[in-house]
């Protein structure tokens, strides 16, 4: 792995899942653990550190649909599980001594502040870890899409999105085993192979905007801190 500078300011997209482990629900001491580990350091070399963290592992608005729960209120219910997850790791930060704070996209005084930009860059330059939560604050659109929202306001150096494969792949890794990673790939060249690596409307986001996005491993222990300084691990995905 090449070593670059580490990074200024970041965004971390964190999927709900990825709290829960292999049961896929709740939230699992051991990987928030980890995750606070791995934060901690990166905090300390002085890197800013913003993070939108999913909801999957308690409720997802369109699977709410099967049980007669209509999208709008399912959407509002995911939402409030990206608090439920920003909650737990603002204090699982907290107990081990780094600053963090939650802002939520919709009001909810005294659980979280609102969200604004000025806020959360304030934070950032104090030194605190800033959770973002609910997404984009709108029904209909996807953790992944607040993340690209976010590290575009926020000016991030990259959003760092954690996923349970290394990178892109010409193919699902998970199906087809010739399938060979990218080191790096254009957000062209990922619309015209149609690879799956974030819905349309993030990864559109991104590029408009000109945001890079490294995908990365999570459950490999030590990746988060690794690609947090800077190493070129996963896929880096740009214009
Ligand atoms: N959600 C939403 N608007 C947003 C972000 C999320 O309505 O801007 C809802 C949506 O129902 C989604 C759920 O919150 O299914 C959880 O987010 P997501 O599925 O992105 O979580 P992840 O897959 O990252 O755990």
């Known amino acids: 792995t090449k070593q670059q500078k580490p990074y200024k300011r970041v965004l971390l997209k964190l999927s709900g899942e990825s709290l829960s482990a292999e049961t896929k629900h709740g939230i699992e001491a051991e990987r928030l653990q980890a995750y606070v580990n791995d934060i901690k350091e990166a905090q300390k070399m002085g890197i800013q550190i913003g993070?939108?963290?999913?909801?999957?592992?308690?409720?997802?608005?369109?699977?709410?649909?099967?049980?007669?729960?209509?999208?709008?209120?399912?959407?509002?219910?995911?939402?409030?599980?990206?608090?439920?997850?920003?909650?737990?790791?603002c204090s699982a930060l907290r107990a081990a001594g780094v600053e963090a704070d939650v802002l939520t996209a919709v009001r909810m005084e005294p659980i979280g502040e609102m969200y604004s930009k000025p806020k959360a860059m304030k934070l950032l330059k104090e030194g605190h870890v800033v959770i973002l939560s609910c997404g984009t604050g709108n029904p209909y659109f996807t953790t992944d899409t607040g993340a690209a929202l976010r590290s575009i306001e926020i000016e991030a150096d990259a959003m760092l999105k954690g996923t349970r494969v290394d990178g892109i792949y010409t193919a699902d890794p998970e199906k087809d085993p010739t399938a060979k990673k990218y080191n790096t790939i254009t957000y062209q060249e990922i619309y015209d192979k149609k690879l799956k690596v974030m819905d349309l409307t993030a990864s559109t986001l991104c590029q408009e905007n000109d945001m890079k996005i490294v995908v990365f491993d999570m459950d490999t222990p030590g990746n988060l801190l690794a690609v947090l300084k800077g190493e070129e691990i996963g896929t880096i995905v740009k214009n």
Do not use: E, K, P
């Open 51 to 89: 993070i939108v963290i999913g909801g999957g592992n308690i409720f997802r608005g369109v699977s709410g649909t099967n049980t007669g729960i209509d999208r709008y209120s399912g959407d509002q219910m995911g939402m409030l599980a990206t608090v439920i997850n920003s909650l737990a790791l």
